[in-house]
C-alpha cells in the first residue's frame, strides 16, 4: 500500500541507550522530514531532508542524527537517549517542486526515556 | 515571537455552529498555506491548501489567506461531533527543489476543538 509508515510504533528505553526511529515512504517524495510534537510546544522540526542525501537541521536537533542513503527511508537515531527526548516523534514526507509543499504523515512514534 | 501564531483554545462549541479558526504570522515571504486535522493519538492529516491569498472551499470548510493583513482562518460549516480535533494551520515560503530549502513548513501549535451534541 502506498504511503507512509513508522517502525516502532511505541518504544520504551533508558537514558543512555541508542534507539533508531524508521520512517519510510512509498510515494517517491523529494522531501522528508522529522518532527517531535510535545504539550505546550506543537510540533517542532528536528532534522529534515531535500533529497537522497542531503539532509539539514531544523530547531531542535541536539541529540539526533539522521541519514538518507535511500529516497523512501529516512531513519532518526538519537545516539544517547535522555528524559527530554520523551515525545510523540512524527515523520512526514512532501513532493516539493514536483507537487507542492505540503507534507504528509506518518502515524507517530511515542518514545518514553526512563 | 514564533514565526506562525494560533490560539490553543480549546474552543467547544455545539453541533451546527460555525467555527472559526484563525492563524497570524510574520513573514512576508509566506505564500503556501494549509490547515491539518488531528485526531487525538494520531498523526497530521492535510485538510485545506491554498496559494497566495482568497478562499478556497472543500463541503463544509472554507479557507480564507488575507496576506495584506497576514491572517488567515479556516471556517467549518454545521459542524460536527466528528470535526472534533486539533486543528494546525501551517505555511510555506515556496515549493522547493532538489537541494532547496524551501519546502520547510512552518506550523501554529494548533487549536484544540471540541464538538459537542
Known amino acids: 500500500d502506498a504511503g507512509i509508515t513508522q517502525s516502532p510504533r511505541y518504544k520504551i528505553t533508558e537514558t543512555g541507550r541508542q534507539v533508531t526511529l524508521m520512517c519510510h515512504q512509498t510515494?517517491?517524495?523529494?522531501?522528508m522530514f522529522w518532527y517531535r510534537q510535545d504539550l505546550g510546544h506543537g510540533l517542532r522540526l528536528i532534522y529534515y531532508?531535500?533529497?537522497?542525501?542531503?539532509?539539514d537541521k531544523g530547531e531542535v536537533p541536539d541529540g539526533y542524527v539522521v541519514s538518507r542513503s535511500k529516497t523512501e527511508n529516512f531513519p532518526l537515531t538519537l545516539e544517547s537517549a535522555t528524559r527530554s527526548q520523551t515525545s510523540v516523534y512524527f515523520c512526514?514526507?512532501?513532493?516539493?517542486?514536483?507537487?507542492?509543499?505540503?507534507?504528509?504523515f506518518g502515524p507517530g512514534t511515542r518514545l518514553t526515556v526512563l | 515571537q514564533k514565526e506562525v501564531e494560533q490560539d490553543p483554545g480549546p474552543l467547544s462549541v455545539p453541533e451546527g455552529a460555525i467555527v472559526s479558526l484563525n492563524c497570524t504570522y510574520s513573514?512576508?515571504?509566506?505564500?503556501?498555506f494549509m490547515w491539518y486535522r488531528q485526531y487525538s493519538r494520531k498523526g497530521p492529516e492535510l485538510l485545506m491548501y491554498?496559494?497566495?491569498?482568497g478562499n478556497k472551499e472543500d463541503g463544509r470548510f472554507t479557507a480564507q489567506v488575507d496576506k495584506s493583513s497576514k491572517y488567515i482562518s479556516l471556517f467549518i460549516r454545521d459542524s460536527q461531533p466528528s470535526d472534533s480535533a486539533t486543528y494546525l494551520c501551517?505555511?510555506?515560503?515556496?515549493?522547493?527543489?532538489?537541494?532547496?530549502?524551501?519546502?520547510?513548513?512552518?506550523f501554529g501549535r494548533g487549536t484544540q476543538l471540541t464538538v459537542w451534541p
Open positions: 512526514a514526507s512532501g513532493p516539493g517542486a514536483s507537487g507542492g509543499p505540503y507534507q504528509f
Open positions: 510515494w517517491s517524495h523529494s522531501y
Open positions: 531532508s531535500a533529497a537522497a542525501d542531503i539532509t
Open positions: 513573514n512576508s515571504a509566506f505564500q503556501y
Open positions: 491554498t496559494y497566495s491569498s
Open positions: 501551517a505555511m510555506s515560503a515556496g515549493v522547493g527543489s532538489r537541494g532547496s530549502t524551501l519546502g520547510r513548513l512552518y
